[in-house]
């Protein structure tokens, strides 16, 4: 299918993580836009093995790297999604907007992405309603347990262990990021009759950041019309923003009638035993496998100084064999190395590169225990963790296998390898905040 303006591909998009990346995934390809997310710069025959899609991403970590780090590795990935010719290109970022000068810096990414394209003004949209996270005159408010929170006083993003939020109005948390000013179209401007004069007199005032606020389906619908107009008036657009990017756009596609009809996804059905890691610190994810444990999977806690210490898979043998124990008999297993933030080790893993060697080591021991039981089904918890994780299972790429609407942005995707052992495996990569009490048993039976 082509766009409006000639191009194959509605829309790039780089992920700050790979759990926000599986989210844009799952959004687009739930409604009729074929979607595939690398983990790396594809080769032409894998590109080539996935099929015609209008949807690329390629999935990346930087919402736990440095500026220096970002620089070196932003900058060609941007230069590559822009070659591609989207008519969109967005740098997506978590919905929490967590990030710091330090770890995550997105104003960093935007200065990045603004010089790779070209581009004074970068759109930005956060709100995303289908997630319970809105914005409103800037300032960024997300639901938890059944409450609305501003950022700053979310019980969990406020005390994030590496990038905690102290900041609700974005504009001020960005700039403390970027030397860039942030300007804003208000849920106001956007009720507005005359909302596309307002937006173009926002954009001729040059910020080098317009925000849009989405509080609801109306406002959301008006962001993706004007981010449309904004892409055609401009022939080519990079946009920052969580996935109510997408979310806004698919609106506007739908009614220009880019999108195809919703594909209808068939549940895989359940699976005897299935194996999931856990780098997690989040409340969310502790009463997850406190659930998991009382259905029937058996847990395996492990000490991360444990993982950031292992040099080989051999170091890793004990806990290995503490995985495999119960899922040879027959049960699924859930290696863990938090229960909530309570449990988190704080100093004795913010070492350089700590977390990271966490993620990798969860990821070797996901790893053997699905080569050694030919698994079909896993998951992996924790938004950084995933990042780190998949990696080690060589794994070039995902589609989505099963959306999860009661969850949305933690599907069930279809592994891409060249390795028979993983080609085809069904896994799901779960951020840290995201999903019911029943998770990872839901993936066990395969429902939605």
């Known amino acids: ?12 998009y780089y ?43 390629l999935a990346g970590t930087s919402r736990s790297e440095s500026p220096a780090w970002m620089e070196a590795h932003l900058t ?43 581009q004074k003004t970068v759109p930005l949209v956060v709100g995303a309603p289908a997630l319970k996270r809105y914005t409103a005159f800037g300032n960024l408010f997300a639901g938890y347990q059944g409450r609305t929170y501003r950022i700053d006083r979310h019980p969990v993003m406020s005390r994030h262990p590496v990038t905690p939020m102290r900041e609700a109005d974005l504009r001020l948390h960005l700039g403390a990021q970027t030397a860039r000013t942030t300007g804003l179209v208000t849920l106001s401007d956007l009720q507005r009759a ?31 019309d004007e981010l449309w107009r904004i892409h055609r008036r401009e022939g080519g657009t990079f ?33 005897a035993r299935m194996a999931v890691v856990s780098g997690s610190c989040s409340p969310t994810t502790a009463r997850q496998i406190e659930h998991a444990l009382e259905h029937g999977f058996e847990g395996v806690a492990i000490d991360p100084r444990t993982l950031m ?23 699924s297993v859930i290696l863990y190395t938090a229960m909530g933030p309570e449990t988190d080790l704080g100093a004795a893993v913010e070492v350089e590169g700590g977390r990271h060697a966490i993620g990798r080591g969860l990821g070797r021991i996901l790893r053997s225990l699905v080569a050694s039981e030919e698994l079909q089904r896993a ?10 994780a998949l990696r080690e299972l060589d794994v070039f790429a995902l589609t989505t296998r099963l959306p999860l609407p009661q969850t949305p942005g933690s599907p069930l995707c ?26 990872f048993d839901a993936i066990r039976q395969g429902r939605a």
């Open 379 to 388: 998951v992996i918890a924790g938004g950084d963790t995933s990042s780190h």
């Open 1 to 12: 299918m082509v766009t409006e303006d000639g191009t194959d591909l509605l829309v790039s």
């Open 194 to 224: 005359d909302r596309s004069v307002v937006v173009d007199a926002a954009l001729a005032d040059r910020p080098g950041i317009l925000m849009f606020d989405v509080a609801d389906s109306a406002s959301q619908a008006a962001v993706g």
């Open 76 to 118: 060609p990935a941007f230069a590559w999604l822009r070659s591609l010719g989207a008519a969109i290109c967005h740098y997506k970022v978590c919905s929490t907007f967590d990030s710091s000068p330090t770890v995550g810096n997105i104003g960093v990414a935007t200065d990045i992405g603004a010089r790779i394209f070209a």
């Open 239 to 271: 946009v920052i923003g969580s996935s109510g990017v997408e979310y806004a756009l698919l609106d506007a596609w739908t009614r220009h009638g880019l999108a195809g009809p919703d594909p209808v996804f068939d549940s895989p059905g359940a699976v």
């Open 309 to 331: 210490a292992a040099r080989s898979d051999a170091d890793l043998a004990p806990l290995i064999g503490r995985g495999l124990a119960p899922l040879r008999a027959g049960k």
């Open 15 to 57: 992920g700050d993580d790979l759990t926000g990346s599986t989210d844009v995934m799952e959004a687009l390809s739930s409604r009729g836009v074929p979607t595939a997310l690398f983990l790396d710069r594809p080769t032409a025959a894998q590109l080539e093995r996935l099929g015609p899609v209008q949807a690329i991403g």
């Open 414 to 439: 279809t592994a891409h390898s060249d390795h028979a052992t993983f080609d085809g495996l069904a896994i799901a990569l779960k951020g840290g905040q995201v999903g019911h009490d029943d998770y």
